[in-house]
Protein backbone atom coordinates (compact mmCIF):
# COMPACT_ATOMS: atom_id res chain seq x y z
CA UNK A 1 0.00 0.00 0.00
CA UNK A 2 1.56 3.84 -0.83
CA UNK A 3 2.75 5.83 1.87
CA UNK A 4 -0.26 8.03 2.83
CA UNK A 5 0.12 12.05 3.67
CA UNK A 6 -0.31 13.69 6.96
CA UNK A 7 -1.90 16.06 4.68
CA UNK A 8 -4.70 14.00 3.16
CA UNK A 9 -5.68 11.79 5.83
CA UNK A 10 -8.82 12.96 8.02
CA UNK A 11 -8.71 11.38 11.27
CA UNK A 12 -10.50 13.84 13.51
CA UNK A 13 -12.14 15.66 10.99
CA UNK A 14 -15.58 16.17 10.80
CA UNK A 15 -18.19 15.73 7.49
CA UNK A 16 -17.94 19.37 6.76
CA UNK A 17 -13.94 19.79 7.24
CA UNK A 18 -14.01 16.61 4.63
CA UNK A 19 -16.16 18.54 2.57
CA UNK A 20 -14.47 21.47 2.23
CA UNK A 21 -11.07 19.71 1.78
CA UNK A 22 -13.02 18.27 -0.92
CA UNK A 23 -13.91 21.89 -1.83
CA UNK A 24 -9.96 23.12 -2.05
CA UNK A 25 -8.55 20.06 -3.62
CA UNK A 26 -11.00 20.92 -6.71
CA UNK A 27 -11.03 24.56 -6.39
CA UNK A 28 -6.82 24.10 -7.33
CA UNK A 29 -7.21 22.10 -9.84
CA UNK A 30 -9.00 24.57 -11.57
CA UNK A 31 -7.31 27.51 -10.50
CA UNK A 32 -10.71 29.13 -8.78
CA UNK A 33 -11.19 32.75 -8.41
CA UNK A 34 -10.39 33.09 -4.71
CA UNK A 35 -13.16 35.67 -4.15
CA UNK A 36 -15.62 32.83 -5.26
CA UNK A 37 -13.83 30.23 -3.37
CA UNK A 38 -14.14 31.69 -0.13
CA UNK A 39 -18.14 32.22 -0.93
CA UNK A 40 -18.50 28.81 -1.50
CA UNK A 41 -17.04 28.01 1.71
CA UNK A 42 -19.73 29.12 4.10
CA UNK A 43 -23.72 28.39 3.08
CA UNK A 44 -25.13 31.58 2.42
CA UNK A 45 -27.64 30.91 5.49
CA UNK A 46 -28.01 28.58 8.41
CA UNK A 47 -31.47 28.34 9.92
CA UNK A 48 -31.91 26.94 13.87
CA UNK A 49 -35.17 26.73 15.01
CA UNK A 50 -36.53 25.19 18.56
CA UNK A 51 -40.23 24.44 18.57
CA UNK A 52 -42.57 22.80 21.58
CA UNK A 53 -44.76 19.64 20.53
CA UNK A 54 -47.26 18.38 21.49
CA UNK A 55 -46.85 14.67 22.23
CA UNK A 56 -49.92 11.91 23.06
CA UNK A 57 -49.85 11.59 26.37
CA UNK A 58 -50.11 15.54 26.27
CA UNK A 59 -46.63 16.89 27.59
CA UNK A 60 -44.52 19.13 25.71
CA UNK A 61 -40.90 18.29 23.60
CA UNK A 62 -38.52 20.76 22.38
CA UNK A 63 -36.83 20.05 18.66
CA UNK A 64 -34.01 21.57 17.51
CA UNK A 65 -34.77 21.76 13.54
CA UNK A 66 -31.92 23.34 10.78
CA UNK A 67 -31.94 24.59 7.39
CA UNK A 68 -28.81 25.26 5.57
CA UNK A 69 -29.20 26.96 2.50
CA UNK A 70 -25.54 26.83 0.86
CA UNK A 71 -25.87 28.52 -2.51
CA UNK A 72 -28.56 30.22 -4.85
CA UNK A 73 -26.98 31.24 -7.67
CA UNK A 74 -27.97 28.49 -10.36
CA UNK A 75 -31.24 28.50 -9.14
CA UNK A 76 -33.43 28.06 -5.85
CA UNK A 77 -32.14 26.19 -2.95
CA UNK A 78 -33.07 22.46 -2.73
CA UNK A 79 -31.62 19.56 -0.72
CA UNK A 80 -33.58 16.99 1.73
CA UNK A 81 -34.94 16.91 5.18
CA UNK A 82 -33.48 14.67 6.99
CA UNK A 83 -34.57 12.90 10.84
CA UNK A 84 -31.91 11.73 12.91
CA UNK A 85 -30.94 11.69 16.18
CA UNK A 86 -27.72 12.64 15.34
CA UNK A 87 -28.45 15.67 13.04
CA UNK A 88 -26.16 18.31 13.66
CA UNK A 89 -24.83 21.49 12.12
CA UNK A 90 -21.75 20.25 10.83
CA UNK A 91 -23.47 17.59 8.81
CA UNK A 92 -26.19 19.54 7.32
CA UNK A 93 -23.60 22.09 6.34
CA UNK A 94 -21.97 19.61 4.45
CA UNK A 95 -24.76 17.64 2.55
CA UNK A 96 -26.23 21.57 1.63
CA UNK A 97 -22.68 21.90 -0.14
CA UNK A 98 -22.78 18.89 -2.02
CA UNK A 99 -26.37 19.53 -3.17
CA UNK A 100 -25.07 22.56 -4.56
CA UNK A 101 -22.07 20.56 -6.70
CA UNK A 102 -24.75 17.97 -7.47
CA UNK A 103 -27.47 20.33 -8.89
CA UNK A 104 -24.47 22.11 -11.05
CA UNK A 105 -22.94 18.48 -12.22
CA UNK A 106 -26.33 17.96 -13.60
CA UNK A 107 -26.73 20.87 -15.25
CA UNK A 108 -30.04 21.54 -13.00
CA UNK A 109 -31.28 25.00 -12.50
CA UNK A 110 -31.15 24.32 -8.24
CA UNK A 111 -28.76 25.43 -5.98
CA UNK A 112 -28.17 23.35 -2.30
CA UNK A 113 -29.96 23.11 0.61
CA UNK A 114 -30.46 20.74 3.38
CA UNK A 115 -32.56 20.40 6.99
CA UNK A 116 -33.47 18.30 9.85
CA UNK A 117 -34.65 17.43 12.82
CA UNK A 118 -32.43 16.03 15.68
CA UNK A 119 -34.38 13.44 17.07
CA UNK A 120 -35.05 9.42 16.22
CA UNK A 121 -38.56 9.44 14.26
CA UNK A 122 -38.64 5.68 15.02
CA UNK A 123 -39.28 6.95 18.78
CA UNK A 124 -42.51 8.63 17.84
CA UNK A 125 -46.40 7.81 17.15
CA UNK A 126 -47.93 8.60 12.97
CA UNK A 127 -49.76 11.17 14.50
CA UNK A 128 -46.73 12.86 16.85
CA UNK A 129 -44.16 12.30 13.87
CA UNK A 130 -47.59 14.67 11.66
CA UNK A 131 -47.43 16.98 14.67
CA UNK A 132 -43.66 17.52 14.94
CA UNK A 133 -43.47 17.59 11.01
CA UNK A 134 -46.09 20.22 10.53
CA UNK A 135 -45.04 22.51 13.63
CA UNK A 136 -40.89 22.16 11.96
CA UNK A 137 -42.61 24.18 8.23
CA UNK A 138 -44.73 26.39 9.96
CA UNK A 139 -40.90 27.31 11.83
CA UNK A 140 -39.61 27.07 9.00
CA UNK A 141 -42.34 29.48 7.46
CA UNK A 142 -41.29 31.67 4.12
CA UNK A 143 -37.58 30.30 4.28
CA UNK A 144 -39.36 27.55 2.03
CA UNK A 145 -40.92 28.04 -1.08
CA UNK A 146 -41.68 26.66 -4.59
CA UNK A 147 -39.06 29.16 -5.80
CA UNK A 148 -36.92 29.99 -3.20
CA UNK A 149 -36.26 26.93 -1.11
CA UNK A 150 -37.44 23.52 -1.96
CA UNK A 151 -37.48 20.63 0.24
CA UNK A 152 -37.36 17.04 -0.50
CA UNK A 153 -37.16 13.12 1.22
CA UNK A 154 -33.77 12.18 3.03
CA UNK A 155 -33.17 9.41 5.80
CA UNK A 156 -36.13 9.49 8.18
CA UNK A 157 -38.39 11.17 5.81
CA UNK A 158 -40.39 9.73 3.27
CA UNK A 159 -43.72 11.27 0.95
CA UNK A 160 -46.00 11.26 3.98
CA UNK A 161 -43.16 13.83 5.31
CA UNK A 162 -43.27 15.92 2.38
CA UNK A 163 -47.32 15.71 2.21
CA UNK A 164 -47.80 16.90 5.24
CA UNK A 165 -44.87 19.64 4.55
CA UNK A 166 -46.29 20.52 1.92
CA UNK A 167 -50.23 20.69 3.22
CA UNK A 168 -48.73 23.04 6.05
CA UNK A 169 -47.52 25.61 3.58
CA UNK A 170 -50.34 25.69 1.70
CA UNK A 171 -52.40 26.56 4.73
CA UNK A 172 -50.20 29.23 5.89
CA UNK A 173 -50.42 31.39 2.77
CA UNK A 174 -53.09 32.51 0.29
CA UNK A 175 -56.07 30.43 0.19
CA UNK A 176 -55.89 31.20 -3.78
CA UNK A 177 -52.29 30.27 -4.24
CA UNK A 178 -52.96 26.29 -2.65
CA UNK A 179 -52.88 24.35 -6.10
CA UNK A 180 -49.86 26.62 -7.18
CA UNK A 181 -47.55 26.21 -4.25
CA UNK A 182 -47.18 22.12 -5.00
CA UNK A 183 -44.19 22.32 -5.60
CA UNK A 184 -42.97 23.65 -2.05
CA UNK A 185 -41.67 20.20 -1.89
CA UNK A 186 -40.81 17.32 -3.87
CA UNK A 187 -40.99 13.45 -2.83
CA UNK A 188 -44.74 13.66 -2.50
CA UNK A 189 -47.16 11.09 -2.89
CA UNK A 190 -48.02 10.44 -6.52
CA UNK A 191 -52.17 11.24 -5.41
CA UNK A 192 -50.53 14.96 -4.20
CA UNK A 193 -48.59 15.58 -6.69
CA UNK A 194 -45.17 13.70 -6.79
CA UNK A 195 -43.68 12.28 -9.88
CA UNK A 196 -44.02 8.32 -11.15
CA UNK A 197 -40.56 7.04 -10.30
CA UNK A 198 -39.36 9.48 -7.64
CA UNK A 199 -39.43 6.65 -5.19
CA UNK A 200 -36.78 4.51 -6.81
CA UNK A 201 -35.08 7.31 -8.59
CA UNK A 202 -31.84 7.51 -6.56
CA UNK A 203 -31.27 3.68 -7.12
CA UNK A 204 -32.20 4.24 -10.47
CA UNK A 205 -29.90 6.73 -11.25
CA UNK A 206 -26.92 5.06 -9.58
CA UNK A 207 -27.53 1.65 -11.83
CA UNK A 208 -27.69 3.97 -14.96
CA UNK A 209 -23.76 5.48 -13.37
CA UNK A 210 -22.47 2.07 -12.79
CA UNK A 211 -23.50 0.34 -16.31
CA UNK A 212 -21.51 3.48 -18.15
CA UNK A 213 -18.39 2.49 -16.19
CA UNK A 214 -19.20 -1.02 -16.90
CA UNK A 215 -19.40 -0.32 -20.51
CA UNK A 216 -16.16 2.03 -19.98
CA UNK A 217 -14.34 -0.81 -18.19
CA UNK A 218 -15.71 -3.99 -20.03
CA UNK A 219 -17.18 -5.06 -16.57
CA UNK A 220 -20.37 -7.17 -17.36
CA UNK A 221 -22.76 -6.66 -14.67
CA UNK A 222 -24.67 -9.89 -15.25
CA UNK A 223 -23.27 -12.19 -12.55
CA UNK A 224 -21.75 -9.39 -10.52
CA UNK A 225 -21.71 -10.08 -6.71
CA UNK A 226 -22.32 -6.83 -4.70
CA UNK A 227 -22.30 -5.80 -1.01
CA UNK A 228 -24.85 -2.86 -0.02
CA UNK A 229 -24.54 -0.86 3.38
CA UNK A 230 -27.94 0.31 4.33
CA UNK A 231 -30.97 -0.90 2.76
CA UNK A 232 -33.23 1.45 3.09
CA UNK A 233 -34.76 3.74 -0.37
CA UNK A 234 -31.59 4.08 -1.97
CA UNK A 235 -30.10 0.08 -1.27
CA UNK A 236 -33.24 -1.61 -1.47
CA UNK A 237 -34.09 -0.11 -5.02
CA UNK A 238 -30.50 -0.42 -6.12
CA UNK A 239 -30.64 -4.19 -5.05
CA UNK A 240 -33.54 -4.76 -7.00
CA UNK A 241 -32.67 -2.79 -10.25
CA UNK A 242 -29.67 -4.70 -10.48
CA UNK A 243 -31.03 -8.05 -9.43
CA UNK A 244 -32.92 -7.64 -13.10
CA UNK A 245 -30.01 -7.35 -14.57
CA UNK A 246 -28.02 -10.38 -13.41
CA UNK A 247 -26.39 -9.02 -10.82
CA UNK A 248 -25.97 -10.86 -6.83
CA UNK A 249 -26.28 -8.60 -3.77
CA UNK A 250 -24.27 -11.01 -1.18
CA UNK A 251 -24.32 -9.15 1.66
CA UNK A 252 -25.86 -6.05 3.28
CA UNK A 253 -25.36 -4.60 6.59
CA UNK A 254 -27.09 -1.59 8.68
CA UNK A 255 -28.30 -0.17 11.72
CA UNK A 256 -29.17 -3.46 12.96
CA UNK A 257 -26.29 -5.96 11.53
CA UNK A 258 -24.65 -7.66 9.02
CA UNK A 259 -25.80 -10.53 6.68
CA UNK A 260 -24.38 -12.56 4.30
CA UNK A 261 -25.29 -15.19 1.84
CA UNK A 262 -22.73 -16.64 -1.07
CA UNK A 263 -25.92 -17.44 -3.64
CA UNK A 264 -27.13 -14.18 -3.00
CA UNK A 265 -29.92 -12.09 -0.81
CA UNK A 266 -33.31 -11.97 -2.35
CA UNK A 267 -33.34 -8.07 -2.48
CA UNK A 268 -37.68 -8.13 -2.77
CA UNK A 269 -37.97 -10.56 0.80
CA UNK A 270 -34.97 -8.55 2.58
CA UNK A 271 -36.84 -5.55 1.68
CA UNK A 272 -39.70 -6.78 3.29
CA UNK A 273 -38.45 -8.34 6.18
CA UNK A 274 -36.59 -4.56 6.99
CA UNK A 275 -40.12 -3.26 6.38
CA UNK A 276 -41.78 -5.60 9.11
CA UNK A 277 -38.08 -5.95 11.52
CA UNK A 278 -37.10 -2.03 11.48
CA UNK A 279 -33.61 -3.54 9.78
CA UNK A 280 -31.73 -6.86 8.22
CA UNK A 281 -31.10 -9.06 11.73
CA UNK A 282 -33.43 -11.70 12.34
CA UNK A 283 -33.43 -12.59 7.65
CA UNK A 284 -33.39 -15.96 8.16
CA UNK A 285 -32.04 -16.73 4.40
CA UNK A 286 -28.62 -15.96 5.26
CA UNK A 287 -25.58 -16.16 7.82
CA UNK A 288 -24.91 -13.16 10.47
CA UNK A 289 -21.34 -11.37 10.20
CA UNK A 290 -19.91 -8.52 11.99
CA UNK A 291 -18.97 -5.18 10.62
CA UNK A 292 -15.64 -6.19 9.90
CA UNK A 293 -16.16 -9.17 7.74
CA UNK A 294 -19.18 -7.12 5.78
CA UNK A 295 -16.46 -4.77 4.80
CA UNK A 296 -14.20 -7.57 4.04
CA UNK A 297 -16.80 -9.29 1.26
CA UNK A 298 -15.45 -10.13 -1.57
CA UNK A 299 -17.79 -8.51 -3.68
CA UNK A 300 -17.20 -6.64 -7.32
CA UNK A 301 -19.61 -3.93 -6.35
CA UNK A 302 -19.93 -1.73 -3.64
CA UNK A 303 -22.57 0.29 -2.35
CA UNK A 304 -22.25 2.44 0.65
CA UNK A 305 -26.26 3.40 1.05
CA UNK A 306 -26.20 4.63 4.55
CA UNK A 307 -24.32 7.56 7.01
CA UNK A 308 -21.42 9.79 5.75
CA UNK A 309 -17.97 8.94 6.73
CA UNK A 310 -18.37 4.60 6.69
CA UNK A 311 -15.28 4.05 4.04
CA UNK A 312 -12.19 5.02 6.51
CA UNK A 313 -8.60 4.74 7.47
CA UNK A 314 -9.72 1.67 9.20
CA UNK A 315 -12.76 0.09 6.48
CA UNK A 316 -11.06 1.10 3.29
CA UNK A 317 -8.03 -1.72 3.72
CA UNK A 318 -10.68 -4.27 3.94
CA UNK A 319 -12.51 -4.48 0.96
CA UNK A 320 -12.14 -5.91 -2.06
CA UNK A 321 -14.47 -4.88 -4.76
CA UNK A 322 -13.69 -2.89 -8.23
CA UNK A 323 -15.63 -0.19 -7.90
CA UNK A 324 -17.28 2.15 -4.92
CA UNK A 325 -20.89 3.31 -5.71
CA UNK A 326 -21.69 6.20 -3.10
CA UNK A 327 -25.53 5.84 -2.95
CA UNK A 328 -25.08 8.00 0.16
CA UNK A 329 -23.91 11.70 0.74
CA UNK A 330 -20.19 11.38 2.07
CA UNK A 331 -19.75 8.25 2.63
CA UNK A 332 -16.20 8.02 2.13
CA UNK A 333 -13.04 10.15 4.30
CA UNK A 334 -10.35 11.65 2.90
CA UNK A 335 -8.11 9.48 3.95
CA UNK A 336 -10.17 6.09 3.07
CA UNK A 337 -10.75 8.03 -0.74
CA UNK A 338 -6.49 7.77 -1.08
CA UNK A 339 -6.33 4.38 0.30
CA UNK A 340 -9.06 3.01 -2.52
CA UNK A 341 -7.28 4.93 -4.84
CA UNK A 342 -3.82 3.78 -3.78
CA UNK A 343 -5.64 -0.26 -3.90
CA UNK A 344 -7.02 0.66 -7.78
CA UNK A 345 -10.50 0.62 -6.97
CA UNK A 346 -12.55 3.08 -8.75
CA UNK A 347 -14.65 5.56 -6.71
CA UNK A 348 -18.31 6.82 -8.44
CA UNK A 349 -18.78 9.92 -6.18
CA UNK A 350 -21.80 10.43 -4.38
CA UNK A 351 -22.62 14.12 -6.10
CA UNK A 352 -23.15 11.95 -9.23
CA UNK A 353 -23.52 8.57 -8.10
CA UNK A 354 -26.95 9.50 -6.48
CA UNK A 355 -28.19 12.46 -8.45
CA UNK A 356 -30.81 10.51 -9.47
CA UNK A 357 -32.95 12.04 -6.60
CA UNK A 358 -32.33 15.24 -7.01
CA UNK A 359 -33.03 14.91 -10.89
CA UNK A 360 -36.02 13.14 -10.33
CA UNK A 361 -37.27 16.04 -7.60
CA UNK A 362 -36.45 18.34 -10.35
CA UNK A 363 -38.92 16.19 -13.03
CA UNK A 364 -41.34 16.72 -9.54
CA UNK A 365 -41.12 20.56 -9.58
CA UNK A 366 -41.65 21.14 -13.56
CA UNK A 367 -44.45 18.63 -14.12
CA UNK A 368 -46.40 20.21 -10.58
CA UNK A 369 -45.21 24.20 -12.12
CA UNK A 370 -46.96 23.01 -15.81
CA UNK A 371 -49.79 21.21 -14.23
CA UNK A 372 -48.59 17.53 -16.01
CA UNK A 373 -48.09 13.94 -15.29
CA UNK A 374 -45.13 12.20 -16.93
CA UNK A 375 -45.29 8.73 -17.51
CA UNK A 376 -42.65 6.27 -16.35
CA UNK A 377 -40.96 5.28 -19.11
CA UNK A 378 -40.60 9.56 -20.21
CA UNK A 379 -39.23 9.94 -16.14
CA UNK A 380 -36.81 7.24 -16.71
CA UNK A 381 -35.55 8.50 -20.05
CA UNK A 382 -34.70 11.36 -19.43
CA UNK A 383 -33.26 10.66 -16.08
CA UNK A 384 -31.00 8.03 -18.15
CA UNK A 385 -30.17 11.08 -20.55
CA UNK A 386 -29.08 13.82 -17.71
CA UNK A 387 -26.98 11.15 -15.41
CA UNK A 388 -25.52 9.49 -18.45
CA UNK A 389 -24.37 12.72 -20.17
CA UNK A 390 -23.38 13.77 -16.22
CA UNK A 391 -21.04 10.82 -16.13
CA UNK A 392 -19.51 11.47 -19.73
CA UNK A 393 -18.69 14.96 -18.50
CA UNK A 394 -16.81 13.79 -15.03
CA UNK A 395 -14.91 11.63 -17.13
CA UNK A 396 -13.69 13.92 -19.83
CA UNK A 397 -12.80 16.34 -16.95
CA UNK A 398 -11.19 13.82 -15.13
CA UNK A 399 -9.03 12.56 -18.42
CA UNK A 400 -8.15 16.39 -19.28
CA UNK A 401 -6.81 17.43 -15.12
CA UNK A 402 -5.74 14.04 -14.56
CA UNK A 403 -7.41 13.89 -11.64
CA UNK A 404 -9.75 11.46 -9.65
CA UNK A 405 -13.37 11.12 -10.23
CA UNK A 406 -14.70 13.36 -7.47
CA UNK A 407 -12.52 16.13 -8.08
CA UNK A 408 -13.21 15.96 -11.11
CA UNK A 409 -17.46 16.18 -11.03
CA UNK A 410 -16.59 19.13 -8.25
CA UNK A 411 -14.30 20.77 -11.34
CA UNK A 412 -17.22 21.14 -13.93
CA UNK A 413 -19.94 21.98 -10.82
CA UNK A 414 -17.04 24.89 -9.82
CA UNK A 415 -16.45 26.18 -13.45
CA UNK A 416 -20.28 26.33 -13.92
CA UNK A 417 -20.96 28.16 -10.63
CA UNK A 418 -17.90 30.89 -11.55
CA UNK A 419 -19.10 31.48 -14.94
CA UNK A 420 -22.10 32.71 -13.33
CA UNK A 421 -20.78 34.66 -10.63
CA UNK A 422 -18.49 36.22 -13.34
CA UNK A 423 -21.82 37.20 -15.84
CA UNK A 424 -23.74 38.54 -12.80
CA UNK A 425 -21.23 39.78 -10.21
CA UNK A 426 -21.60 40.22 -6.52
CA UNK A 427 -24.62 42.88 -5.96
CA UNK A 428 -24.68 45.40 -5.00
Excluded at 58 to 83: C, D, T, V
Excluded at 143 to 170: E, F, H, L, R, S
Aim: hydrophobic content about 40%; proline content about 4%.
Amino acid sequence: MAARSKKSASPGMNVFEVAQAQLDRAAKAIDLDPDVHQILTQPKSELIVNFPVRMDDGSYKLFKGYRIQHNNIMGPYKGGIRYHHEVHLDEVKALAAWMTWKSALLEIPFGGAKGGIKFDPREYSKLELERITRRFTHSLGSNIGPDYDIPAPDMGTNAQTMVWMMDTYMNSGAHTLKNAVRGVVTGKSLTSGGSRGREKATGQGLVYVLQEWARERGFTLDGATVAIQGFGNVGSHAARILARLGASVVAVQDHTGAVFNPEGLHPKRLAEHVRLKGGVAGYDHATVIDREAFFATDADIFIPAALEMQITGETAPLMKCKVVVEGANGPTDLEGEEILQSRGIDVLPDVLANAGGVTVSYFEWLQNRRAETWTLEDVDRRLHTMMTAAYATMRRMAVERAVDNRTAAYCHSLNRIQTVYRERGIFP
